[in-house]
């Protein structure tokens, strides 16, 4: 048994294109929209783009194909952290370049984008495509996180693409690998190589998303893998009514992941980082909030609940970043060697107590002991603190068993609290695409090729309309540009896509927000189960809770 | 959205029963089999339950329904840890009462055992069942972890059943919750209350197994919860290939979830704790096999792979268990305070290395602190070792990591190791139930319901040849002290069903075993996805890898 019944179930579905994709690729013709510029720091970006500034926006419809007849060579590159529907990317693209002109080809490079700088590549057939339709992972190539952005990497790119004729790269990536691709975009016409650069919008964490992009793809089939096992966890947690449940999940820094989890299953807490930083919130403070709802729930009888912790949280914090920064500054080179030649955990915590300000001081002791150190003795090569190991969901817990403790001898808390654990990531991150993923995926791929035979480079793909029917989605292509600002990097000023974190002023957050008073009081859990992929269309095409009510739903 | 699209849905399905249970309540009837005795221990047995042992097994066939007609009220209790599928085992039983006799009545006690001696209840009607079925967790009514032993707690149990003319309890739960079925039936029939008692096998850990019982409900469901999980991680291992994920699953005792689990996904390596204990194996031995695996990957450029570890292994390793046994013999009583009462870790590591033995010394030594400080420190209120909060998953990796060191000191190994933590339990015990548990649970209450219309008592609700559809499932009964023997519990001779651990010359570790040197050598991943309620047949409606082996299939 090496392919699940599922698997071989999933290999029969065929992905919905947008209704205007539908009609075979000869009935294919670009609508030209505005010109665009970016959406700020227009003169800067123009001066860094001047090849690729400035295009129009374009949307594909029904009419006559009009693209210039010439054998296309393609290469796709899967770039960062697995997002479920990265397979559909390539075979979209894949079947569009084929049923264009059956001599094209299309290359995958290995591991990432390090796979074209090395010319690690496979070519594509239909074998070996079909192995990896409406599946998960991005096993089909691999990926990496090789960063794409020195001239000497393009050039050896342009290299490589010459060497075997490559008319276009697609890159599949998040906010950093498509700010990359544009870079790379505009370098390939620079140089008349020839080569078009073209971006597929690729990430769980949903913090590529714009005005022009409403989702990532992954992030819906992610959301709701976490939001199955969530639901669970709450259905067990009303049941045995006995535990706090402290769940924390991945997304990096924005909490949409995290937010989407909350609306999908209205547990009792839910941070949101965006939050905590906008009201400069304190552990003391988030401590706080937490054991107030846990003491109202206690004296309705119920010592358990359930709440969600967005990865990033510590780092909104803003005297949890302050020490942060000043343990990275204290234990930095030579320092950091007498630091760890300390024999014991004692010496180590008197010499951070004598290094470090009060107020940091001040924050390191109410830490629980493991997360002290995590934050002294598991730091990176570089010497600094590796905030995505902090274990912030037992950080949580611990302040709040501290608090309530004191409650207790206060005698104003009279309940029990036993907290559990989870952390949400890998778990998600290469499930079966959902068919709206698959449907997105294979979409955003096909599309792309569209705009490759068209003669577009810096674009990325790009399907809207998407809490509508595939039918009605709108197909079509956004220079890369138009997203881009100037941001303080390492140092220095870069042009970037700017990073969507939540919108506090979004109908998301609104919606959570007046709900969660509720959601924290009563026990108003929903279980959303786990994904199908077959049976009502109810239970199986809808996206996210996040983009419906984004799109006023 | 309080009830979710698939919610919804769900209450959409019937649940199949078996073929002989198609008919109609008036065309059911009783074959009687033969008379029976227990496993073992057949006096002993005998003597304890004059009043209940030696019963005929019996099936229901389609006949004439010959029983006596009387008006049931019938009490049912959900007792000890969740499984998917307790709300259908409800459904089923009253659906049956409700059918047979509208003036029948089905009283829920709350909270588990404690429910039926505080008299807490509610009495179920069509609106309150409709919400919950198909539908996962215990929340119906909640669970509890009473245990109903004593002759006092049974004089209560017959008073409260008194007051409410309850003339049937059903109990669902574990093997310990249903050795006290037959106790409490035993003292029902004694006392001439003419109160029956019937259980129902209920448990995700699959050790409540026997010649009789095929499956434990909820192991179904629980088991394809962690294997999509297991699954989705080795796909992102395996497109990341750079980390080794070490995942540690609930199961007790016995190890069938880690082995189904390893049937569905073909991991790497997983860790069976009843072939460690029949081998004797150490944690040295243990570490150096993975460490093997590891090595061997790494010499083919594969630095990742999946492990899997059932929960309660590290009680398999006899050299661990003895250190747990001389750990909460120094620190119990007194000795415990002293120990608390040390200021500092070194000085308690000090008390510690001068009260245990050599051996234990040595094998405390080898243990990462934070699984040190876990065996010292959080001690149950009786100054004992909580071996389930032992997170072995940990302790493997950490072994495996200092191995490792060693060798590549050495120079035998030149890979990277970079281990990867989780532990799935909750996530998987309150799943809605699959297909298979849905069916299998209606199943088991319907048919426990005409055990008790028949006048059974002392029996354990039974449906056979579950690997077949559900058309060609056997419906009857077995008196369950057939299933018991004596053991020894807490000092004395008491009168049990047998616990079910993995039978290492069962066809499911044969099978595994003849295919793990392949899994662990090459990547072998499969990937069964989520649960799937509507689709082909292949995908919904399959139970168990492990069933199915046991079956010859």
Not at 419 to 434: D, K, N, T, V, W
């Amino acid at each position: 048994m090496n392919i699940s019944p599922l698997q071989t179930a999933r290999y029969e579905y065929s992905p919905k294109l947008p209704g205007m994709l539908r009609n075979g690729i000869s009935d294919i013709c670009v609508l030209e929209g505005e010109e665009t510029s970016s959406v700020a720091d227009q003169e800067k970006i123009k001066a860094l783009f001047p090849n690729t500034y400035g295009k129009k926006e374009i949307t594909f419809q029904k009419g006559q194909n009009t693209s210039v007849q010439k054998k296309q060579v393609v290469g796709v590159i899967l770039s960062g952290g697995q997002a479920p529907g990265g397979h559909n990317v390539v075979c979209g693209l894949y079947d569009a370049l084929k049923a264009t002109n059956p001599e094209n080809v299309l290359y995958g490079f290995k591991g990432g984008p390090s796979g074209l700088l090395e010319d690690d590549y496979i070519i594509f057939d239909d074998a070996y495509i079909d192995q990896y339709r409406n599946t998960g992972g991005f096993d089909i190539i691999g990926s990496g996180r090789t960063k794409l952005e020195t001239q000497e990497q393009f050039a050896v790119a342009a290299e490589v693409c010459k060497k075997h004729e490559i008319t276009a790269i697609v890159i599949i990536g998040g906010d950093d690998s498509n700010t990359n691709a544009a870079v790379l975009a505009e370098y390939m016409a620079a140089h008349n190589t020839g080569v078009q650069v073209i971006g597929c919008p690729k990430t769980i964490d949903g913090d590529l998303k714009n005005e022009d992009i409403e989702a990532s793809f992954g992030f819906d089939t992610a959301a709701k893998t976490y939001s199955e096992l969530i639901g669970n966890i709450e259905r067990d947690c009303n049941s045995a009514k006995k535990y706090w449940h402290f769940v924390k999940v991945m997304g990096r820094s924005a909490s949409h992941i995290a937010l989407e989890c909350a609306l999908e299953t209205q547990p009792n807490i839910c941070l949101i980082s965006e939050e905590v930083a906008a009201k400069k919130q304190s552990l003391a403070e988030i401590s706080d909030y937490i054991a107030d709802i846990v003491e109202k729930r206690a004296e309705q009888g119920m010592n358990f609940g359930v709440v969600i912790i967005p990865e990033g949280v510590v780092e909104f914090v803003p005297e949890f970043s302050s020490l942060i920064a000043e343990i990275n500054e204290l234990l930095a080179g030579k320092a950091g060697e007498a630091f760890s030649a300390l024999p014991t955990w004692n010496e180590k915590k008197g010499f951070l107590h004598s290094g470090l300000r009060d107020q940091a001081v001040s924050v390191f002791s109410m830490l629980p002991q493991g997360i002290q150190q995590q934050l002294c003795l598991d730091r990176d090569p570089h010497g600094n603190v590796q905030v995505s190991l902090i274990e912030s969901e037992k950080l949580f817990s611990s302040l709040v068993a501290a608090n309530l403790a004191k409650r207790k001898a206060a005698g104003t808390y009279k309940g029990k609290f036993s907290p559990l654990h989870h952390f949400f990531g890998y778990e998600g991150r290469c499930a079966f695409p959902s068919n709206f993923d698959a449907d997105y995926c294979y979409s955003l791929g096909y599309n792309a090729f569209m705009l490759i035979q068209y003669g577009f480079n810096g674009y990325l793909s790009k399907v809207s309309n998407l809490s509508k029917p595939a039918e009605e989605w709108v197909a079509g292509g956004m220079p890369i540009t138009k997203m881009m600002n100037m941001e303080r990097r390492h140092g220095e000023d870069k042009p970037v896509i700017r990073k969507a974190l939540v919108d506090l002023d979004g109908a998301p957050f609104k919606y959570f927000e007046a709900h969660r008073q509720e959601w924290a009081e009563n026990t108003c859990y929903t279980f959303p189960g786990a994904i199908q992929y077959f049976g009502p269309s109810s239970v199986c095409d809808l996206t996210t809770r996040t983009l419906a009510l984004e799109q006023g739903e």
